[in-house]
């Protein structure tokens, strides 16, 4: 999946001879459609297992993907969209297994696991896009993109790990919680702290690769993302091991507060690769710490839903971190995206937290409600009176 985005660019402009622009197009639908995708599949994996729900959106990928290299550019414009929400959502089942199957205590440390495992497929998935793309070709790429999705899928299918736990019922038919028993304040608060950590890290990508490429050092881009991966696992290893860490909230402040100053550190590459250290060494413990957090206050039963909210926070925070950082450095200069990207995510994070605070009032409030009327209830009473 890593591969995917570079990997379409490359087929747009270079097979179909299309701009940079178009083949934009192309990935914005395919993101916008798995955005808005991913709670419907995880509410259909809620209600009816994971096994019907990764034989159609593994079927659907794969005949996507394989279809790819041989459709024109409109009618690939047209399908990426429906295609994205059907994409076969291996994150957050992911997040969901390891919910199912790892008891609550030893969950930061699975979540740091997977967080660092997908850091390591970014560092291998997109350089393999570009290597096959370039030394065979993107119709060989996009198809061995197909053919892993349908491996996916079928071993999926076959091996059917458990969506909950043993002690975790599912709900019966028509006894579904409802949304707003669920949905509270304090999961809108850490899928928005989620948002904004993503706005962080691709607004920090972009305003990276424009510092190298102003400074006539973008031959370096490679080194300095490697360093930006590396400090991510080490950081996730740390949160993993460590008995006790910081929560989302702490850490997603962190790591929008050590991207801001980053623009004053520029150049050369190596400094600007330095300066980067920091702040991605609070990356995986971020986003592994979200998804404990919405494993934490998501009910079993719409775990999958839960989960594909997450997912859709997180591409919603890349849609809107991409342009806003790009049109910060546009009128004035790269330094200034990194100091975007920190504000950014921190102007998101802010708006969850008033969610948070809204959230603990109303539960204030009716704890004392329900204790007056307790005492009212308990008061002794005079004949008479």
């Not at 990426?80 to 994150?91: C, D, F, N, Q």
């Not at 509270?184 to 993503?198: D, E, P």
């Amino acid at each position: 999946m890593t591969a995917m985005g570079i990997t379409l660019t490359l087929h747009v402009v270079t097979e179909l001879g299309r701009g940079y622009g178009a083949a934009g197009l192309v990935g914005t639908a395919t993101t916008l459609g798995s955005a808005m995708g991913a709670p419907l599949i995880g509410r259909m994996i809620d209600r009816h297992g994971l096994r019907p729900v990764v034989a159609l959106c593994g079927s659907i990928s794969t005949l996507f993907w394989l279809a790819t290299p041989h459709l024109s550019y409109p009618v690939l414009l047209a399908v990426a969209l429906p295609a994205g929400i059907l994409i076969v959502p291996a994150s957050s089942i992911s997040r969901q297994i390891i919910s199912a199957k790892v008891p609550p205590p030893a969950r930061r440390t699975a979540f740091a696991m997977d967080t660092i495992s997908v850091e390591t497929t970014f560092m291998i998935g997109p350089a393999a896009g570009i290597l096959v793309s370039t030394r065979v070709s993107s119709t060989a790429a996009l198809t061995g993109i197909g053919v892993a999705f349908g491996l996916v899928a079928v071993a999926l299918y076959v091996l059917n790990p458990p969506v909950r736990g043993v002690a975790e019922a599912a709900p019966a038919p028509g006894m579904r919680p409802p949304i707003r028993t669920w949905l509270t304040g304090r999961l809108v608060a850490t899928l928005l702290i989620a948002c904004g950590a993503l706005f962080v890290l691709i607004g920090t990508e972009l305003a990276a690769l424009a510092a190298l490429r102003d400074n006539g050092e973008v031959g370096w881009t490679g080194v300095v993302i490697a360093v930006m991966c590396v400090a991510s696992l080490i950081g996730g290893l740390v949160h993993g091991a460590v008995h006790r860490s910081l929560r989302q909230l702490p850490l997603m402040v962190l790591l929008a507060v050590l991207v801001i100053p980053v623009g004053l550190f520029d150049q050369p590459w190596w400094l600007l690769a330095l300066a980067l250290i920091p702040m991605n060494f609070v990356c995986a413990p971020t986003l592994a710490a979200t998804t404990e957090a919405v494993s934490e206050l998501a009910p079993p039963g719409v775990r999958g839903e839960a989960m594909g909210l997450q997912d859709s926070g997180t591409r919603i925070g890349m849609a809107l971190g991409a342009p806003a950082v790009g049109f910060v450095m546009d009128n004035s200069s790269p330094a200034w995206g990194f100091a975007a990207a920190g504000i950014g995510g921190l102007a998101l994070a802010a708006v969850g937290i008033v969610f948070q605070y809204r959230d603990r009032g109303t539960a204030l409030s009716r704890e004392s409600a329900s204790r007056e009327a307790a005492d009212l209830a308990s008061a002794p009473t005079f004949p008479g009176k």
